[in-house]
């Protein structure tokens, strides 16, 4: 069997529609995920236990389940309770619920990385408490761990084909459909493959170059 | 909707499915730890030609996701006249995948144990593959044990996706009865309570090993 | 006529970047030799130690090791650099104690001191746990053998790390300032032990210290290095009594008014 560059080459057009699509899925999932990662991590560190406990648990179970299920979740069961979602619009809530979990462990780690003297002189200004979250503690806690966001960011944008379960139209599911129509999986999955994989290598590199711009070391997940 | 609740006859498929999820999981976790030592310590080598492959499959792995390996395995290398069936790409894609993350981790980890370590036993004339297996592995080992717990659930969470290459694991199963009993809530709550508590099996079982292995020489919070 | 040397260094130079740590080195050391190496902080002390430990390639100049090239090996009659082979057989005759003890934190105290003649001079494990039970009680840590490092204080650390060495029966062993990480109160302990290394055993040993009277006390030759040079090289009461060079005087002045 051969690459049959014709095939590739045609493919290539409808590909780079769904690539659109799951680089949207990707950005509004990431935008919900930056926001409820904060929602968490702040209801974490709560003084009202019947608040921190349960965004505790929330995030541990988020983080130690499939997002497969957690899609199939959210499009089966959803609609039950009278909430009707488009896929792409389930897609969206589910990776950005999914990675909620994970960027919420990020804040948590860059707002320990805050000195003490900072709450303290805080204390001393007399700010309250949303002053000193808004002011204070997150410009210092965010910027250290933008890599770190960055590597979610990535991840992220490679757990998306998980969608073409629900039959979101991005690149995977292209590809799929494209696959049947031709009977050839060879050239659009190779094709898919290639643009995961250039397009998460210059990703890492932006977040390489993020890194040394902020001076940073991150783990990447 | 009425409250949910949980029916006994959901059980016994989901408990078959749950088999097919933890084989998969144990092959793959085989195929991982292999994967990851290999790749880790070929990319620290000194041979190009020994590095250069190393690097590739772990920039490959890491750079397009689970699913598409898996795909790409099941439907495009049998073009090629290979066909592995299945299960047995599911545990290799898989097994390899986390692999390719282990391997940054073993070789983060073979970085960290400082130079002095190895000073040393270049002092006492221990040969290059001394050195490694005798001094710095096993304290590498101990630093891996936390960043591989976590590659470890992320495998688990990955064996999910082979129910859409016709593996009829727990998830698969799960989406069986929901087709047959439209119980939807019920069936996927019950799912996630059941990978949940595999994970927290993983976690449990992850931090008995690092303290059986490290209590009686790290100090408390990690050496200095 | 003298016994050969048994370190023979000639032409010896080695260069960071741009910065030359070792110039142009010339030395012989004779067997049993106690060779004091003092000099300011900078001076390329640890990095000359470390070149004769194989730790570091030097960019030029030779060491031979009774008589034998550290670097080169003889084949067919010509030079070739050592393989793996050549390097290890030459540098089992030489042993080292670092600064900071450099102990496996993963292995007792005892077995810190037997990996090696297990697994490198092929003792069985039991001729190797009574040679470092010996060893062990000769430092005075005959209760320690099966405290891992983290348990053992520093100057217990740096005991162990001697004994580690000595096992190995090197001819010429390398003690690089092994005082200098300790606390004040547990430098006593290790210097004895050097000590009674110094009287006992017909080893070379060439000891880097920043401790002038205790390199007046051990050795029988001190050399003075300064910017990657030996400036003076002479015996004890001479170079600390009447040093001839002017950075030598220096040195010392500095070094008793910090002292
Ligand atoms: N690995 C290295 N890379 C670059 N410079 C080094 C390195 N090791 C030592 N140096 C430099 O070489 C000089 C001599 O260092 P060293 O041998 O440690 O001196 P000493 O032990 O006498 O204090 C110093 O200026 C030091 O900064
Ligand atoms: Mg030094």
Known sequence: MRIDWGAAWSALPVLLQGLLVTLQVTLLGMSLALLLGLVWTLSRRSPRRWISYPAAGFVEAIRSTPLLVQVYFLFYVLPSYGIRLSPLATGVVAVGLHYSAYTSEVYRAGIEGVPRGQWEAAIALNLRPLQTWMSIILPQAIPPVIPALGNYFIAMFKDTPILSAIAVLEVMQTAKILGSETFRYLEPFTLVGLLFLGLSLVAAALVRWAERKLGVRSASP | MSGVTIDLELLPPLFKGLTVTIQIFSGAAGVAVVAALGGGLGRLSGRCWIRAPATCYIEVFRGTSALVQLYWVFYVLPFFGIEIGAMAAGILVLGLNAGSYGAEIVRGSILAVPRGQIEAAIALNLTPFQRMWRIVLPQAAAAMIPPATNTLIELLKNTSLVSLITIADLTFQGQIIRASTLKSAEVFLLLLALYLALSMVIRTFMRRIEKRYSLSWRPVGGLT | ?259
């Open chain 3, 1 to 259: 006529m003298n016994p050969p040397p048994i370190v023979r260094i000639r032409g010896l130079s080695k260069r960071y970047g741009d910065v030359s740590v070792i110039e142009d080195l010339d030395l012989d050391i004779a067997a049993g030799e106690h060779l004091a190496v003092i000099g300011p902080s900078g001076s390329g002390k640890t990095t000359f130690l470390r070149v004769l430990m194989t730790l570091e390639r030097p960019d030029s100049g030779t060491i031979e090791i009774e008589g034998e090239d550290l670097w080169l090996m003889k084949r067919n009659g010509a030079l070739i650099p050592a393989n793996p082979a050549h390097l290890r057989r030459v540098r089992a005759k030489v042993g080292m104690v670092f600064q900071h003890f450099n102990l496996f934190p993963h292995m007792t105290a005892l077995r810190n001191v037997t990996e090696a003649p297990i697994h490198v001079l092929g003792l069985s494990r039991a001729q190797a746990a009574q040679r470092g039970v010996e060893l062990l009680a000769k430092v005075g840590l005959e209760d320690k053998l099966d405290s891992y490092p983290h348990q053992l204080s520093g100057g217990q650390k740096q005991r162990v790390a001697i004994a580690r060495a000595l096992a190995m029966q090197p001819k010429v062993m390398l003690f690089d300032e092994v005082t200098s990480a300790l606390d004040p109160e547990l430098v006593g302990e290790v210097l004895g032990v050097l000590r009674q290394i110094a009287r006992e055993t017909e080893m070379t040993m060439i000891v880097v210290t920043h401790l002038m009277e205790f390199a007046r006390e051990i050795a029988n030759r001190v050399i003075f290095f300064d910017r990657g040079r030996v400036r003076e090289d002479a015996p004890p009461d001479e170079i600390f009594t009447n040093p001839s060079h002017p950075r030598t005087r220096e040195f010392l002045r500095a070094v008793q008014l910090t002292a």
